[in-house]
């Protein structure tokens, strides 16, 4: 759905997103007293136990090899980030999900970071066996890669803290004569595009979008002016808006998408990483993730394989 190169937390809180309000829940619950890298020190993974039969659904190969190549991109929390500068150590939903699935299926799972734009082609290639970035399910994706889901997020929009008059985006035509600030290579970017016809078409003056490669690019640019609103994932937003130096508010949501692990399209290793999923799911440790990033909001009953983009 998102995410751009890797970035400090000590760089992202002077340009925390802020939330307060919207279309959705008014004040999601944050977590560990606000902060991101209090809530990186929580241990929730490491209990976890090996599934043999879960773990009989992977390839052969797979099972004796015991690695498998991950692509993941970070960002702002609470998807993927790095906590700690001087430890390389990324942390987050995304990371936790990886790890947990990983013991459940009895391998060692190995990070790479990637940029967002680059790992689902990454896919295709070999380069990775599967991909982490908070890639939501869409049906252009769809066409290419194989999802296996593992949250519920989607898309919002944020303002500048200061700017109390914006009223919530409910669709394209709120944004009419705008500047929106997104992440390159996201689903953000890709709708926007594709409905700039909406304002003209109405007689209405155009909105424009400007796409950075960085997350800290994209909220200095709001913090200076330079563009109206941000458009980013919910959860980023409303996380963000937790920290005490957020200097933004959380304006709306946007639309749900469904968010899962990318994997090259038939890929054999979906039906064994579904059954890590569900297997979190019946023993409590996903919702002990989702609680201990403040995302319970994004719980998904049961993961699925590739389902459909959601209307």
């Not at 925390?16 to 993974?45: E, H, I, Y």
């Not at 990454?122 to 769809?142: C, E, I, P, Q």
Request: net charge positive; proline share 6%.
């Amino acid at each position: 759905m998102r995410r751009t190169p890797a970035l400090t937390v000590a760089a992202l809180l002077p340009l925390a997103l802020a939330t307060a309000c919207g279309s959705g829940p008014a004040n999601a619950p944050s977590p560990a007293g606000s902060s991101a890298v209090a809530a990186a020190s929580q241990d929730v993974v490491s209990a976890v136990a090996k599934s043999d039969a879960v773990a009989a659904l992977l390839p052969e190969e797979v099972r004796k090899a015991g690695t498998l190549r991950l692509g993941g991109s970070s960002g702002t929390p609470p998807s993927a980030f790095y906590p700690d500068p001087a430890v390389k150590k990324a942390a987050g939903i995304d990371v936790d999900f990886t790890d947990a699935v990983a013991k459940v299926l009895g391998i060692r799972i190995q990070r790479e970071e990637a940029a967002f734009e680059t790992i689902l082609p990454a896919l295709d290639s070999g380069k990775f066996d599967l991909g982490t970035g908070n890639f939501g399910v869409t049906t252009a994706r769809l066409k290419t890669i194989d999802f296996v889901t593992y949250i519920n997020d989607g898309q919002g929009f944020a303002v500048k803290k200061d700017d109390t008059a914006r009223q919530p985006v409910k669709t394209v035509d709120d944004l009419c004569g705008l500047t929106i600030g997104t992440g390159v290579g996201t689903t953000f970017e890709t709708t926007l595009n594709a409905k700039k016809n909406v304002c003209t078409d109405a007689g209405k003056k155009a909105y424009e979008v400007r796409a950075y490669s960085d997350s800290g690019a994209t909220l200095t640019s709001l913090q200076q002016g330079k563009v109206d609103l941000v458009m980013s994932t919910i959860n980023g937003l409303r996380h963000q808006a937790a920290q005490p130096a957020s200097g933004t508010r959380f304006l709306s949501e946007f639309r749900r998408l469904d968010v899962g692990f990318a994997f090259r399209k038939g890929s054999a290793l979906t039906p064994a990483f579904q059954g890590a999923v569900n297997q979190l799911i019946q023993d409590g440790t996903y919702a002990k993730i989702l609680a201990k990033w403040g995302t319970q909001e994004s719980a998904i009953p049961k993961s699925e394989i590739s389902p459909p983009e959601r209307p």
